[in-house]
Each structure stands twice: as C-alpha cells, then as structure tokens.
C-alpha cells in the first residue's frame, strides 16, 4: 500500500517498482561491490542501470529533503503508473504470462530432443 519505496542498493527496489508500477527513493550509502572489477565491463550492472529509471537517488547527506524528495517522485510524469509498466515490459518479458510460455518453450525442446517434432 505504499506509494513509495524508500531503500538502499537493494534490489528489492525493482521487484516493487515493477510489481507496483511505483516509484523508489534510493538512499546512497556505500554499494556493495562483489566484483571490484565490474567497470572494465563492457555492460552496466542492472542495479546502476535502473536506478535511475524507477527512481531517484539522494545522498546521505540530503536525508533531510525525503519529504520533498517523495512528494517530487509522486508528481512527475516519467513514475506515472503508465511509464512504469512500459518500463517494465522493455525489462521483463512475458510479464504475468512467464509461466505458461515457459512451460510451452520446455515442451517443445523435449518434442523436438525426442524426434516428436
């Protein structure tokens, strides 16, 4: 029931961002780096890529602006419920179908492994 998520590097973040079709306040703290090679990558880590996109991000030392922050986040238009799920859809296929196309793609390899198809 939350209009917004207020988190950190957590990627608890795009669940509900994509779930609810709500924006995020990101905190940033210190991100947790497993790979501190990842910037020779040639691919942005879906958690930087994102961020941005599903919401905004104050540093710690603007803490005091969250209110001001939430109330920016619930007025523009690029976290209107509609830019999100078109977000959504460009990030995550099959949305509240995975299932069903999961299960037909397994299928069909095991027919066509099989020689049924």
Same mark, same amino acid.
């Given at each position: 029931?939350?209009?917004?998520?207020?988190?950190?590097?957590?990627?608890?973040?795009f669940e509900?961002?994509?779930a609810t079709?709500?924006?995020?306040?990101?905190?940033?703290?210190?991100?947790?780096?497993?790979?501190?090679?990842?910037?020779?990558?040639?691919?942005?880590?879906?958690?930087?890529?994102? %961020? @941005?996109?599903?919401?905004?991000?104050?540093?710690? &030392?603007? $803490?005091?602006?969250? *209110?001001?922050?939430?109330?920016? +986040?619930?007025?523009?238009?690029?976290?209107?419920?509609?830019?999100?799920?078109?977000? %959504? @859809?460009?990030?995550?296929?099959?949305?509240?179908? &995975?299932? $069903?196309?999961?299960? *037909?793609?397994?299928?069909?390899? +095991?027919?066509?492994?099989?020689?049924?198809?």
């Amino acid at each position: 029931t939350a209009d917004v998520l207020l988190t950190d590097w957590s990627s608890i973040a795009f669940e509900y961002a994509f779930a609810t079709l709500r924006p995020v306040l990101f905190i940033n703290t210190p991100m947790k780096v497993v790979n501190p090679d990842y910037q020779e990558l040639s691919s942005v880590p879906i958690d930087i890529e994102l %961020r @941005d996109k599903v919401g905004v991000s104050l540093e710690l &030392s603007e $803490v005091s602006t969250v *209110k001001d922050a939430v109330a920016a +986040l619930l007025q523009e238009s690029r976290f209107s419920k509609e830019s999100m799920a078109k977000m %959504r @859809d460009y990030y995550i296929y099959n949305v509240g179908k &995975s299932g $069903v196309v999961g299960a *037909k793609y397994i299928i069909e390899r +095991l027919m066509e492994k099989t020689g049924q198809k």
